[in-house]
T-cell receptor
Framework: KNEVEQSPQNLTAQEGEFITINCSYS?????LHWLQQHPGGGIVSLFM?????KKHGRLIATINIQEKHSSLHITASHPRDSAVYIC????????????WGAGTKLIIKP | NAGVTQTPKFQVLKTGQSMTLQCAQD?????MSWYRQDPGMGLRLIHY???????DQGEVPNGYNVSRSTTEDFPLRLLSAAPSQTSVYFC????????????FGPGTRLTVT
């Protein structure tokens, strides 16, 4: 079993819909990262969080440390949000290395 | 700031050839790392460095060498390319000593025939 699991693997939605992508992990962590990768493009960090909730524009990330679960929400989704969203956690046992989820491929149709 | 730069963007090698993928950052980050990304899989750590002169192996180090002679540069060397090394390679950097945001280069798409 992977230490970081994302769901769903693939998600297709209509423009304007509210999107939720989930990340569950099985190790103790000091931080969780959400990143975005556009087709053929590089990887951009969206959020890094260790508790509570963060918001940036239409993106919201939440984390529940007790339940070892994080969600990434996109409000009023737009075709330009189409990308792969990746969750990664920094284990408490490591100063440096991240444990990566396999990613969620999101397609927003106009 | 240029951030994290990688060269080349694309490369085709024949089996057995060697080459070096270049990575540089101008943010004075101590931590630098190399990942490979294959279809359907998460990023896998190849090698990482926590400062000049210090490197260590990640999850999939076989067939790759690294060195870190300066804070800015972290080249990845393929010693004898194999088709299994066909992948997209990303370099990343961050401050170390805590959970810090990771900055990624644009990637190098490598094909080994």
């Amino acid at each position: 079993k992977n230490e970081v699991e994302q769901s769903p693997q693939n998600l297709t939605a209509q423009e304007g819909e509210f999107i939720t992508i989930n990340c569950s992990y099985s190790v103790g962590i000091s931080a969780l990262h959400w990143l975005q990768q556009h087709p053929g493009g590089g990887i951009v960090s969206l959020f890094m969080l260790s508790s509570g909730k963060k918001k940036h524009g239409r993106l919201i990330a939440t984390i529940n440390i007790q339940e070892k679960h994080s969600s990434l929400h996109i409000t009023a989704s737009h075709p330009r949000d189409s990308a792969v969203y990746i969750c990664a956690v920094k284990s408490q046992d490591s100063n440096y290395q991240l444990i990566w989820g396999a990613g969620t491929k999101l397609i927003i149709k106009p | 700031n240029a951030g994290v730069t990688q060269t080349p963007k694309f490369q085709v090698l024949k089996t057995g050839q060697s080459m070096t993928l270049q990575c540089a950052q101008d943010m004075n980050h101590e931590y630098m790392s190399w990942y490979r990304q294959d279809p359907g899989m998460g990023l896998r750590l190849i090698h990482y460095s926590v400062g000049a002169g210090i490197t260590d192996q990640g999850e999939v180090p076989n067939g790759y060498n690294v060195s870190r002679s300066t804070t800015e540069d972290f080249p990845l060397r393929l010693l004898s390319a194999a088709p299994s090394q066909t992948s997209v390679y990303f370099c990343a950097s961050s401050f170390s000593g805590g959970p810090y945001e990771q900055y990624f280069g644009p990637g190098t798409r490598l094909t080994v025939t």
